[in-house]
């Protein structure tokens, strides 16, 4: 006669599972298959006494001591970011609970953000400065939403570290910006971004570090930054055509800050291979039917209409916004750089067209009521890149002699124009954007080279350079560029 006793210890296993062992967890040792098993639908195998002696010599912690969670590790294999690329199409169906565990934001990262103050601070400086250029981030949400959440989301939090980054100023002695905050934010971007958290903040961060590196001459980390922002925007639905975008924009205001956080990548994508045409681009190009920016000044009080959109091939006006002519600027660019680097490079259809466009956009820049000096500077460095290949060239054709012209009225018109109103030169270094610094090297390096430039100008520029050099290291490299040039002139 059995009793009680020995009756339940036959109806369980003499070890503990391997399913539990392995995860950690209490196991009740039920045959065939224990409680926790059954709960999470995993196998329930028992091992004998044999096999756990065996197994006991196995160090029980998970390789180089990297401990994973494995609550997470089991929730990680229904993530989001996981089936939109696995199977996209069974999340059209909405019957799969996804689950995202978000990890905790790490404390070193919470002391280097500082309170709220100092978060607010660091917030205030972006939207006056980097903002003005550069509005891919909606002002509204940032206050209404994301400074609530910072604690508890890391996405939100790398965000943040993102801002503190392109708005603090490079060490003056060392002279480097690739300082203990940039590494920071490139090791936590990484972090969250290998998460299961899929989030358009985590993107304004890279785009934020790709920015920062453009401007402080960090290479080749600027060139993959932005390729890698390419990646993330293209995962994400954005300006893709044909592509299952499960997490859709309910409000305009969504769909405003996900087209230009589409256009702050091509701007950059274009600009980094302003001085070396021929590598690949990370974006397509912009195609006619493109929604440019709508108002930049409506978009940051959250409002904004539909009937405020232009296409971009709609004609350039008064009432565009200051981005969206910086938009189409880049747009030039790229058109620029495919065709000073490829094997029709030399078709004067093409070349003139381009000259025509650039120029026409110029004017028409230039006749606004409040022009855009950033955006002006963005098209004089699209002009220089256009020119310099034939100004360089050693023969004498037409195409040759126009560069030249046009070289020495771009050198009349920043004297004129630029420097007088204190668009470029004068500005308060933190506001100035790094458009500027290609065009105004290469009017320094054709004055050392051929002598074509007003010696007045170059004297300006090159004083120029040495106080932008306080926000962008750019300035200073370009510097060391020009110092390098007048010395191979003299040899």
């Known amino acids: ?29 039920a045959l065939p298959r224990c409680s926790q098993c059954t709960k999470r639908n995993l196998t329930c195998e028992y091992s004998t006494l044999e096999q756990s002696r065996n197994s006991a010599s196995v160090p029980d912690r998970p390789w180089h001591g990297i401990h994973a969670d494995e609550d997470r590790a089991d929730a990680q294999s229904l ?92 060490p003056v002695s060392p002279r480097n910006p690739r300082t203990p905050l940039y590494y920071t934010a490139k090791h936590f971007y990484l972090e969250v971004e290998g998460s299961s958290i899929f989030s358009i903040p985590i993107l304004q961060a890279g785009i934020l570090i790709a920015l920062y590196e453009l401007g402080q001459a960090i290479y080749p980390a600027a060139y993959l930054s932005i390729g890698a922002c390419a990646r993330y925007a293209h995962a994400h639905g954005i300006n893709v055509g044909g592509t299952l975008n499960t997490r859709r924009a309910v409000t305009l205001i969504e769909v405003e800050e996900r087209r230009r956080v589409w256009w702050a990548i091509v701007i950059l994508d274009r600009f980094v291979n302003v001085g070396c045409p021929g590598r690949p681009f990370a974006t397509a190009d912009p195609s006619l039917d493109d929604f440019l920016p709508a108002d930049d000044a409506v978009w940051d009080q959250g409002i904004v209409r539909s009937d405020d959109s232009f296409r971009l091939s709609s004609p350039m006006t008064a009432h565009m ?37 650039l120029h026409s956009m110029l004017a028409a820049s230039h006749d606004m009521d409040e022009p855009d000096y950033d955006q002006i500077t963005f098209i004089y460095s699209a002009l220089v890149a256009l020119y310099m290949p034939s100004f360089y060239a050693a023969d004498d054709t037409d195409r040759s002699q126009r560069a030249r012209v046009v070289i020495r009225q771009i050198n009349e018109t920043v004297s004129r124009n630029l420097v007088r109103q204190r ?10 954007s790094p458009w500027g610094l290609f065009f105004a090297y290469h009017l320094c390096g054709a004055h050392i080279r051929y ?9 300006i520029l090159r004083e120029t350079f040495t106080g932008i050099d306080a926000r962008w290291n750019a300035a200073g490299v370009y510097l060391q560029l020009l110092e390098a040039r007048e010395v191979m002139s003299q040899s």
């Not at 006793?5 to 599972?17: I, K, P, R």
């Not at 668009?423 to 933190?430: H, K, S, T, V």
């Not at 002598?451 to 004297?459: A, D, F, H, N, Y």
């Open 1 to 29: 006669m059995r009793t009680p006793n020995s009756e339940s210890s036959l109806d369980q296993a003499q070890q503990v599972c391997t399913s539990c062992k392995a995860r950690k967890r209490k196991c009740d040792k």
């Open 79 to 170: 993530d989001f970011p996981t089936m939109l690329f696995l199977d996209p199409g069974i999340l059209q169906h909405g019957q799969v609970d996804i689950s995202c565990v978000a990890p905790p934001v790490p404390a070193h990262i919470l002391q280097l953000l500082g309170d709220i103050d100092e978060i607010r601070a660091t917030a205030s400086k972006f939207f006056e400065h980097i903002h003005m250029w550069m509005p891919f981030i909606s002002k509204k949400r940032f206050h209404e939403l994301h400074l609530r959440s910072f604690q508890s989301q890391p996405d939100i939090a790398l965000l943040l570290v993102s801002l503190k980054l392109i708005t603090t100023l490079p």
């Open 321 to 357: 916004s200051k981005f969206a002519l910086l938009c189409q600027a880049a747009r030039l660019l790229g058109q620029v750089l495919r065709h000073v680097s490829s094997e029709s490079a030399f078709q004067d259809d093409v070349w003139m067209q381009l000259d025509r466009t």
């Open 423 to 432: 668009c470029f030169i004068g500005r308060d270094p933190e506001a100035i």
């Open 451 to 459: 002598g074509r430039g007003i010696p007045e100008l170059v004297k």
